[in-house]
């Protein structure tokens, strides 16, 4: 991915060319999608190698009360293996926490310190640990508790090889991540403009069948929002864009 897509660098960003593995550890099926899908279908393109890590299976998630709870996680895990696909990303993992009740305790710590272990990605991205009282929706308490327990999973458990004795994740070599990129984050923010994956993330939206009442009006507000995030990031008019507090975790 040529650089020039990235602005506003602080000098903290790492350059894609020099990222072999991305690990995504969010909340719900299509968190990652709304989020970070047009970055990440960059990083593909580049030949980055990219995971996902869900915390739940989104079982509370739609709007349709026919539907069994386990029948919805069942459909959301099809969802989102499907809508990773669209932006070059076959690597799905499912931790099966239950969507509505994640806390950032040690277990789920664990849980996304074994992945880590897994994977041995340079870059994670993961949601915002604290709440931003300037966004209701973006602060949904799984959100806050997934962005928490990993950025504890990262630094310190990862990379302690004394964590977790006896636990599967002791019996995996320890990993210590360089980057954690926060979408939407607060402070200086890098924007990645992804106007020409813009096709390929409303796509990976769209895989999300469960969760639309109203697809064609969620499309036009997600692009306006989108095409904000360019406008605030300095990008040319008509321009779309996706926005990270990058953190340093070295």
């Known amino acids: 991915m040529p650089e020039s897509l990235v602005s506003r660098l602080t000098g903290v960003m ?9 690990l ?8 990652v999608d709304f989020s970070a899908a047009g970055t990440i279908a960059h990083l593909t393109d580049a030949g980055v190698e990219v995971s996902y890590c869900m ?14 709870r386990t029948d919805m996680a069942m459909i959301r895990r099809r969802e989102q293996t499907e809508a990773a696909a669209e932006v070059g ?15 950032a305790d040690l277990q789920l710590r664990h849980d996304i310190s074994v992945v880590i272990r897994q994977v041995r990605p340079q870059v994670v991205i993961t949601q915002m640990p604290v709440r931003n009282l300037d966004s209701t929706y973006g602060s949904h308490p799984d959100h806050i508790a997934t962005g928490e327990a990993t950025m504890s999973a ?23 991540v360089d980057e954690v990129w926060i979408p939407f984050g607060t402070g200086d923010a890098e924007v990645v403009d992804i ?3 813009l096709d390929r993330k409303i796509d990976a939206l769209m895989r999300h069948k469960s969760q639309h009442r109203d697809p064609e009006g969620m499309e036009e507000r997600v692009r306006t929002w989108w095409q904000s995030i360019a406008t605030e990031g300095g990008l040319p008019e008509g321009s779309s864009a996706e926005s990270f507090r990058v953190v340093d975790t070295r």
Not at 154 to 173: H, L, S
């Open 89 to 103: 990303v076959t690597d799905v993992r499912f931790l099966g926490h239950m969507d509505g009740s994640v806390v």
């Open 24 to 31: 995504a550890v969010m909340a719900h099926p299509d968190d």
């Open 14 to 22: 790492l350059e894609f060319s020099k990222i072999d593995r991305v």
């Open 55 to 68: 915390v739940t299976d989104g079982q509370a998630g739609g709007f349709d009360h026919s539907i069994p």
């Open 195 to 197: 106007t020409t994956q």
């Open 154 to 176: 990262v630094y310190p458990d990862a990379r302690n090889p004394f964590a977790f004795t006896g636990q599967p994740a002791a019996e995996i070599e320890d990993w210590s």
